[in-house]
């Protein structure tokens, strides 16, 4: 059994107050602790201000990762390579130079309302779409006042809307930019922060609980709370679960999906509430078990109580009364970004990884969740496909400095590679498999970046997937 001291524990008091529980104690191990440091006040919405446009946040964009861009293009092409703004092209006469911008996709199949008013009127049916990709698909760089075409080797199936990069090339007698390389923001100069400790410390990261449509799930769930108190497994695997100090809980607890795998014509909307209401319930259980013994982030996802756009505020506490006397129960938003006994973390609860994929032939999210490192922003879509609060003076989900682990929950399995920058960056990159279809969750030691799956469920019905 793992114990968590009353001083993390809150309100809850002693947990072993009986006669019996005390020959218990002599065996039982303290949970170890962390410094801990939350660093996701950028994603906190201090005004509600919807009536400004969004145009100001890509402003803001390409005006905060010029300077990043601009160290990556003298690295790359060195320092005498010629920087030149797009209305001064015509000054170059076909030499090569530098242009950097936000890029912007043309594409015809990407949903829009003047289509949807067509359809109504019934006059350009749409097939009903999830991948959005064509091969007449066009690439275009804006920047603070001209935007022009690019062709060459910058393929545009990899990249989305949104991204800010840098182009080496020279305009052609057509007025299009023909791109002889290209150059991503890519990650800040690492950090050196020192370990809180060389001992082992790890934190354990899951999501898409999905307790709404719990069926098979509450068994794995509850097999998991007892393994990460301690009631599972030999004295070594108890010792090594006191070293756990952090359970992350990445988005989709309540809901998964947004389909109905039985259709209801009548009272849809009260029968959403009560599901969503006894899902609540359930989760309130769950979470009541787990915090009793470990700190617990909560952060809410797509399918989640939470507001619709990115970022997503935490889970209100007044939805679990029983968790919420705990002061280890900690809300937080989505995205979320913090330091857990010196390494810095940062993910998502997975909605942009899924919208990348939908506007892009990068299909593999450990693969998109690579580029969006190199891209230095989390959710490059955002507000183009992505809704999101429309920001004016700042753009917070430009990664600004290098994390160590970088996650993308309520992907389809596990997956995840040690990604080594230029610099001697090292980040764990990590795709947090769905629990309600995988029973199974991600460990993390905190000490070496090292990674893997562990599963709750029988091998046949489990895919963990590879780790890279």
Not at 201 to 215: T, Y
Not at 239 to 246: G, L, S, T
Not at 321 to 344: D, F, K, M, W
Request: aromatic share 8%; charged share 20%.
């Amino acid at each position: 059994m793992i114990l968590q001291d009353a001083k993390s524990a809150g309100r809850v008091g002693k947990l072993l107050s009986t006669p019996a529980n005390e020959n218990a104690s002599a065996t039982a191990y303290p949970r170890v602790h962390c410094d801990f440091r939350n660093l996701s006040e950028r994603f906190g919405h201090n005004s509600k201000d919807y009536a400004r446009q969004f145009a100001h946040i890509y402003a803001v964009r390409l005006t905060k990762m010029r300077e990043l861009l601009t160290r990556g293009i003298r690295k790359k092409w060195g320092p005498d390579v010629r920087i030149r703004k797009l209305f001064e092209l015509q000054e170059e006469e076909s030499r090569k130079c530098v242009i950097l911008g936000t890029l912007f996709k043309h594409q015809e199949l990407k949903p829009s309302i003047l289509k949807e008013i067509s359809e109504e009127h019934h006059l350009i049916p749409q097939p009903p779409r999830t991948h959005f990709v064509d091969d007449s698909d066009q690439l275009i760089l804006e920047d603070e006042l001209q935007r022009i075409r690019l062709t060459g080797n910058l393929d545009v199936h990899l990249v989305v809307t949104g991204v800010v990069c840098a182009v080496l090339g020279h305009e052609d007698g057509d007025g299009k930019f023909l791109v002889d390389d290209y150059c991503w923001a890519g990650l800040s100069e690492p950090v050196q922060r020192p370990l809180q400790s060389a001992g082992d410390r790890f934190i354990v990261l899951l999501s898409g609980l999905n307790l709404a449509d719990s069926g098979d799930t509450l068994l794995p769930l509850q097999l998991f709370v007892d393994w990460i108190g301690g009631f599972l497994g030999d004295m070594g695997e108890q010792e090594h679960q006191a070293c756990v100090v952090r359970v992350l809980i990445a988005g989709n607890s309540v809901k998964g999906c947004a389909e109905h795998e039985t259709p209801v014509l009548h009272n849809t909307y009260k029968t959403d509430i009560g599901d969503a209401m006894d899902a609540t319930k359930l989760l309130d259980d769950f979470l009541v078990q787990l915090t009793s013994s470990i700190d617990v982030d909560l952060m809410p996802g797509e399918f989640d109580p939470s507001n619709h756009m990115m970022p997503q505020q935490p889970l209100h506490y007044c939805m679990f009364p029983q968790a919420s006397a705990y002061q280890t129960l900690h809300g937080v938003p989505n995205p979320y970004e913090c330091e857990i006994g010196g390494r810095r973390v940062l993910g998502t609860s997975g909605q942009p990884v899924r919208d990348i994929a939908c506007y892009s032939k990068l299909s593999d999210p450990l693969n998109i969740l690579q580029h969006t490192l190199e891209w230095a922003h989390i959710a490059p879509t955002c507000p183009d496909t992505l809704s999101c609060y429309p920001y004016y003076q700042e753009d917070p989900f430009i990664i600004s400095e290098c994390p160590d682990i970088y996650f993308a929950g309520n992907q389809p399995h596990f997956q995840s590679k040690l990604y080594e920058g230029p610099e001697g960056q090292r980040v764990r990159l990590i795709c947090i498999p769905a629990f309600s279809k995988t029973h199974s969750c991600v460990v993390v030691n905190l000490n070496n970046l090292d990674c893997y799956p562990v599963c709750f469920g029988t091998y046949s019905s489990v895919d963990c997937g590879p780790d890279k």
